[in-house]
């Protein structure tokens, strides 16, 4: 795909959703990384579900450690991995008020040395939650990416790298979101929906639909 072409892209995304969101339900960087950490495998729906219940009674890391293992699981019991989950949820905690003051630390390499926090979602956070300029590659990015020859990789990080490149500047920011929701909602995987496709001229995927 061209530059024009690719900040053609990016402007249609931005004229049908001027201010793309995470679907994710949060109020602090803190339950936002929770929320993140839950999602790996899981709907953002099952998740908010979730921690609706879990945030009201246990907002911040050390109210998570009091309510100790099992009833930590059971909050989360309906997500998938959740005992996995839990464990690194708790060691995320320790970790958090030991180190960090209690507080999400806004660094790479910090958030990365969490339990349970790999590159794509320390990407999330520092994307969402800080405002840096980084793109977590999902299975919706890491499609559409492709599919549309935007920003074509073998490998999740090739993708984000490709990406980084890729977008425009003026767009960087939101990009994350505005891609997400259009692998979620518009360029699914088993089949798209092209004729509601705002990029659909723009996009090199030799199998599309016509309109």
Known sequence: MSPKKRREFFARLRAEEPQPATELHYDSPFQL????????????????????????????????????????????????????????????????????????PRTREELEALPGVGRKTANVVLNTAFGEPTIAVDTHIFRVANRTGLAPGKTVRQVEDALLKAVPPEFLHNAHHWLILHGRYTCLARKPRCGACVVFDLCAYPDKVEP
């Open 33 to 104: 990384l929770v929320a993140v950490m839950l999602s790996a495998q899981a709907t953002d729906r099952s998740v908010n579900a979730a921690t609706e219940k879990l945030f009201a009674e246990a907002a911040t890391p050390q109210a998570i450690l009091d309510l100790g293992l099992a009833r930590l699981k059971k909050h989360i019991q309906t997500i998938g991995l959740f005992n996995t989950k839990a464990d690194n949820l708790r060691k995320t905690c320790r970790l958090l008020i030991e180190r960090h003051a209690g507080q999400v």
